[in-house]
């Protein structure tokens, strides 16, 4: 604490009231210690100063001293999200002194595209890219001095459809076509099946160089896409690729199958 005028040394001392229990008040005018118990309303006291002149002069002050607890962020983990599909969690702390403030961490890494998190600590918005996306997140409270806590978070966000091999490609002789028919199949995020998708083969493993004959096709009432591939030259261990025209569907590859004369 501090005064000023009066004449030479000054006394401190409580005369009203009392500081939070585990602190005292030195004559130098010192609060310390260790609280050992939260209050956030506060202890409210009265303090006197002395000097030391004669006559001595006093004054008092009455001062309130808020106990917070230490400022922590409960929230354990975010859930993953869909690619398209709105999403909103909202962030928790406990302890310190309240309003909090929520902003991302400095040097954090970003948050999934098109989410973002608000002052109050919503998390919320509608992904636009797939992956996984790791960032660190802060909470300020409101005490003087003020308390910052910080947790790192990861969420990923997943297709919003998914994409199989429901037949697998077999091995086949070139220009042959492969039998069974390959088959992909098309699901939304509940697993329902998706009908008229246009579904496009490729080579993600290419080693004769060659040709696929018939790429497209499009998924009936039961979300299976059925093909009539033809590859034009031999090889070993051809995989196939499998897209979609919907957005945020991502893609599969296929088993290896060999080409021979």
């Not at 005369?15 to 202890?43: E, H, K, R």
């Not at 310190?96 to 400095?106: E, K, T």
């Amino acid at each position: 604490l501090t005064s000023s005028g009066g004449t030479g040394a000054v006394t401190w001392a409580v005369v009203s009231g009392a500081v939070p229990p585990g602190l005292t008040l030195s004559t130098a005018g010192a609060i310390s210690g260790t609280p050992t118990t939260v209050n956030i309303p506060g202890s409210t006291f009265t303090v006197q100063a002395t000097d030391s002149g004669s006559p001595s002069q006093s004054a008092p002050r009455t001062l309130t001293l808020r106990v917070a607890a230490p400022l922590v962020i409960t929230t354990a983990s975010l859930p993953g999200a869909k690619y398209g599909v709105v999403y909103t969690q909202t962030l928790a702390a406990s302890g310190g002194i309240s309003p909090y403030v929520w902003s991302l961490a400095s040097g954090s890494g970003p948050l999934p595209t098109g989410l973002a998190l608000n002052a109050a600590g919503v998390l919320s918005g509608t992904p636009t890219a797939v992956g996984t996306f790791s960032f660190t997140v802060q909470v300020a409270d409101a005490g003087g001095p003020q308390q910052i806590a910080t947790k790192s978070f990861s969420i990923t966000v997943a297709n919003a459809y998914t994409i199989s091999f429901y037949v697998q490609p077999s091995n086949v002789y070139v220009n042959r076509e492969i039998e069974p028919d390959v088959k992909v199949k098309v699901t939304d995020s509940t697993g329902k099946v998706v009908a008229g998708v246009k579904v496009t083969l490729s080579l993600a493993v290419n080693p004769g160089g060659a040709t696929l004959l018939y790429p497209t096709a499009t998924t009936g009432y039961d979300g299976i896409a059925n093909f009539d591939v033809i590859v034009t030259k031999t090889g070993n261990g051809y995989k196939l690729q499998a897209t979609t025209n919907l957005a945020g569907a991502g893609s599969a590859i296929s088993n290896a199958f060999n080409v021979s004369k």
